[in-house]
């Protein structure tokens, strides 16, 4: 398993990250459990921030919080100055719950609903990423009903697609996101949006995609969105102050991935905008970027307590571990691919090669094919790395399992961040109907 940020072999020949013994961490807050290394998750926004620090452009690189959203990871992107992206009021509310300044939020998703709009624009957020026609009139509406002006930009579909998985492309025309430019639908809201008394038109906003590994895409995009602005210029004389080209920068979850160094991608996405904008004569705009994966995804390791081993002759050895697809659906969703290792017993050599399961009832909830380990035992540390997003986020609660506890370690210091759930969290929401109790429990 390749060793992230500050994840090293201890003189004991167990994981360490951040300082921290990860047998200790599994003692001290049970399994499993998701690891963040807190100077790593900063290292990577400082890499973003750094690499616009003298681009001469205004900026924002704006954490896309769907990856990891909780309110210690808000305080980081906080504290590290990024902006926020959220897509939903839960996400809003655990950024505003945490402090997180609300100048510096904006408002993504393809059918934010009336309550959203109003809490957002309530709580006086940054920026909406406005994605459809309904959307449009419905934030002008609420915001003319409240006196105010909402910024916006405008979500395109550039008609690039970036060399990624089919589930996670967005760039392209077939896309339940965005105003197509191809077609005219982009040209046709902007001139809407223009027209409306409570939106403030900033500019355009194109996302091509995600755990994209080179530059040509955002160049490509880059491009089209400067022709576009150009077109809307000559025709509605309207100027975009900010162009938003998005996240979808990759990161390295196996052998073989091969993400560029931050800097890369921003030195690439400056000079194909500065020369995109120069080239038709147009005032360069700020630049906003939205880095989601690659703020938090290597920081992130899963430990899993080792169970269960079925030893199939001849076919294949499955090791089930003390979770699964509940706080890791990437591989039964999309064959995301992960590395692991024995934790307790980091300087052995592989001995054979096992598949990693989880515990749920499903044949799919498989974490790892194929994984060469040292011949695993019930009661061994198993800890997959890259889990740092998409996974908390997209948990589940299927089979009535409890999500993992979350810990930040940071220079041999490790804080909870998100409790582990209880029975209570996992039925307390359940009401039984006075038809359906028991009797003696309705007469207790
Ligand atoms: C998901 C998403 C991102 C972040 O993507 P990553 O691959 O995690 O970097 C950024 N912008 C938008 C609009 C998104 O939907």
Wanted: glycine share 10%.
């Amino acid at each position: 398993m390749y060793l992230h940020g500050t994840s090293r072999i201890n003189e004991f020949g167990r994981l360490e990250i951040g300082g921290c013994d990860t047998l200790a961490l599994a003692e001290r807050f049970g399994t499993p459990l998701y690891v963040y290394d807190e100077e790593l998750i900063r290292r990577r926004c400082r890499e973003y921030v750094d690499a616009f620090r003298g681009s001469g452009f205004e900026f924002q690189v704006a954490y896309a919080s769907k990856a990891f959203c909780t309110m210690a990871m808000c305080r980081i992107a906080d504290e590290e100055g990024l902006s926020l992206d959220v897509v939903s009021d839960g996400e809003l509310y655990t950024a505003l719950r945490a402090g997180f300044p609300p100048e510096r939020i904006h408002f993504h998703g393809n059918n934010k609903t009336p309550e959203e709009i109003e809490m957002a624009i309530d709580a006086k957020i940054g920026c909406f990423v406005i994605d459809n026609f309904t959307e449009l009139r419905l934030v002008n509406a609420i915001a003319e009903s409240r006196g105010v002006k909402v910024k916006a930009l405008f979500r395109l579909t550039p008609g690039v697609s970036a060399h990624t998985h089919e589930y996670i492309s967005t760039g392209q025309t077939d896309s339940k996101f965005g105003f197509d430019i191809g077609n005219g639908a982009a040209m046709a809201v902007i001139e809407e949006a223009a027209g409306l008394s409570s939106i403030e038109v900033l500019g355009v906003h194109s996302h091509i995609g995600s755990q994209i590994f080179e530059v040509e895409g955002f160049r490509l995009a880059a491009d089209k969105v400067a022709s576009f602005a150009a077109d809307v210029r000559d025709r509605l004389g309207l100027v975009f102050s900010v162009i938003n080209l998005g996240g979808g920068f990759g990161i390295r979850y196996v052998e073989g991935d091969k993400p560029l160094p931050a800097g890369t991608y921003v030195r690439a996405i400056t000079d194909a905008v500065r020369e995109q904008f120069t080239k038709r004569s147009y005032p360069l705009p700020q630049i906003w970027i939205e880095p989601g994966r690659s703020i938090v995804g290597d920081a992130g390791t899963t430990l899993y307590t080792v169970g269960s081993i079925k030893d199939i002759p001849g076919v294949r050895k499955y090791v089930s571990v003390d979770g699964g697809m509940t706080d890791n659906p990437r591989p039964a969703l999309y064959d995301a691919v992960y590395e692991a290792m024995l934790a307790n017993r980091a300087n052995e050599e592989a001995s054979e090669v096992v598949s990693i399961a989880g515990k749920c009832c499903e044949s799919g909830d498989m974490l790892i094919w194929d994984l060469p380990l040292p011949s695993p035992n019930a009661g061994d540390l198993l800890a997959v790395s890259c889990t740092g997003a998409y996974n908390y986020s997209m948990a589940s609660n299927y089979n009535r399992i409890r999500r993992p506890a979350v810990v930040f370690v940071r220079d041999g210091q490790a804080d909870l961040v998100v409790k582990r759930e209880t029975y209570e969290d996992v039925a307390g929401n359940d009401v039984i109907p006075e038809r359906l109790r028991k009797k003696e429990v309705h007469q207790a």
